[in-house]
Structures are given as C-alpha cells and as structure tokens.
C-alpha cells in the first residue's frame, strides 16, 4: 500500500507556521538592509578609504567568509555573553546575518567599484571632491547597478541560510516546521510545506530585489 498524503494537520498549525514565516521575512529585511550597508562601508575602505583601516576590514571579511554561518551565529550568542553582551536569539540571528552578508556584500560591491573606469575617480578629483564624495555621487549607484543580479543573489541565499538560527531557539519557519512535525508526527508533509515555503519565499525575495533594481537603477536607453 502506498504512502497516504494527509495535510489535515495544517489548518490547525496555520498560525505557528505564518508566525514562524513572519520572523524569516524580519530577519531577511533586517539583514539585507543593514548587511548591504555594511557592505557599502567595506567596500568604500577596501577601495578609496583610509590605508590604516584596511587590513582590519580585510581581516573581517576573510574571516566570515571562510567560516560557517553556524558557528558565527553560535559565536555571537554563546560567546558574546562571556563579555557581558547579552543578546536575545533574535538579536543574535540579526546581527550573525548583518555581519555575514556584509562581508560577502563587501566583496561583490568591491568587485563593481574595481570595474569602474578610471575615467570616473578623475572626474570627482577634477570637481574637487574628497575621496568619499566621489564614492558617494560618482562611483557608488554605476557600481551597485553593475553588481545588482549578484548581490540580488547573495541576499537569496543569506535568507535561505537563516534556516539554521532555529538551532538557537529562534521561532522562525524552520523552527515552527520543526515544532509542527514534533506534534503531527508527519515529516514529509510537514516538511515538503516548509520547503515549499521557502522557494515561495526565494522567488518572491528575487522579484522584490529585481523590482528595487529597475527602480533605483534604471536602464538608460540605447
């Protein structure tokens, strides 16, 4: 006899599951916004700032980017407390996912300001502009736009990576199919709502991100 599909269960766990959809999207809001920020400072150092902060943003970047998220988040929540920073789960899975997407962040806008003719960074000297104000008002928006479909992806991918701060108790999706699968003992239905979840989540996430990307960065016509 085959396997007897059964989602009556979902009806009854609808809210813990739109609760835990509810914090996904909260962490991925605050991440992509402060991560990219942070980003933006980095990439800012690394390219056109000062020479003495350098090897410091060099050394954060190289260090989250070649060191699991996991144990980032577990750094941040475990550990931090051992110097009197209490954080709640919350607070830690925001800050693990800032840090983590800004350092990979930083690389990718890097990455578009290194494309940047020449041309450009002479033009903001011509006008008088400090360094920062030619980052600022030349460089920055034509960079952004060069890197957006890959930086769109990034931020994809830190959101679908935010699965495992369930393992510091946050109440997020995967949390709640964890806990939903605990009581129904239906796993692979359980499960298979949860997964289809997150690619809803991933597609909607591209098309926002794209969307935000026609916005602030039109194509100029040929």
Same mark, same amino acid.
């Given at each position: 006899?085959?396997? /007897?599909?059964? @989602?009556?269960?979902?009806?009854?766990?609808?809210?813990? !599951? !739109?609760?835990? &959809?509810? &914090?996904?999207?909260? *962490?991925?809001?605050?991440?992509?916004?402060?991560?990219?920020? *942070?980003?933006?400072?980095? +990439?800012?150092?690394?390219?056109?700032?000062?020479?003495? *902060?350098?090897?410091?943003?060099?050394?954060?970047?190289? !260090?989250?980017?070649?060191?699991?998220?996991?144990?980032? $988040?577990?750094? &941040?929540?475990?550990?931090?407390?051992?110097?009197?920073?209490?954080? #709640?789960? $919350?607070?830690?899975?925001?800050?693990?996912?800032?840090?983590?997407?800004?350092?990979?962040?930083?690389?990718? &806008?890097?990455?578009?300001?290194? +494309?940047?003719?020449?041309?450009?960074?002479?033009?903001?000297?011509? !006008?008088?502009?400090?360094? @920062? /104000?030619?980052?600022?008002?030349?460089?920055?928006?034509?960079?952004?736009?060069?890197?957006?479909?890959?930086?769109?992806? /990034?931020?994809?991918?830190?959101?679908?990576?935010?699965?495992?701060?369930?393992?510091?108790?946050?109440?997020?999706?995967? @949390? +709640?199919?964890?806990?939903?699968?605990?009581?129904?003992?239906?796993? @692979?239905? #359980?499960?298979?709502?949860?997964?289809?979840?997150?690619?809803?989540?991933?597609?909607?996430?591209?098309?926002?991100?794209?969307?935000?990307?026609?916005?602030?960065?039109?194509?100029?016509?040929?």
């Amino acid at each position: 006899m085959g396997y /007897q599909w059964n @989602f009556d269960w979902l009806a009854g766990y609808l809210p813990i !599951l !739109l609760k835990g &959809i509810s &914090i996904t999207v909260e *962490l991925i809001a605050v991440g992509a916004a402060l991560g990219v920020s *942070l980003g933006i400072a980095c +990439a800012w150092v690394r390219t056109l700032g000062p020479a003495w *902060l350098r090897p410091f943003v060099s050394a954060y970047v190289e !260090l989250i980017r070649n060191t699991p998220f996991l144990i980032q $988040l577990f750094f &941040i929540f475990f550990g931090l407390p051992s110097l009197d920073l209490q954080l #709640t789960a $919350l607070e830690a899975a925001n800050l693990a996912m800032v840090v983590n997407l800004g350092a990979y962040s930083c690389e990718i &806008i890097r990455a578009g300001i290194q +494309a940047t003719p020449r041309g450009q960074f002479e033009a903001g000297k011509s !006008l008088a502009m400090t360094p @920062f /104000q030619t980052f600022r008002h030349v460089v920055l928006v034509p960079a952004l736009q060069r890197i957006w479909p890959a930086l769109a992806s /990034q931020i994809v991918i830190v959101m679908l990576g935010s699965s495992v701060v369930s393992q510091i108790s946050v109440e997020d999706l995967t @949390f +709640a199919a964890n806990f939903v699968q605990s009581r129904n003992f239906r796993a @692979f239905e #359980t499960y298979a709502v949860a997964t289809l979840t997150y690619l809803v989540l991933a597609i909607m996430l591209r098309k926002v991100l794209d969307g935000v990307g026609w916005l602030v960065f039109p194509r100029r016509k040929a």
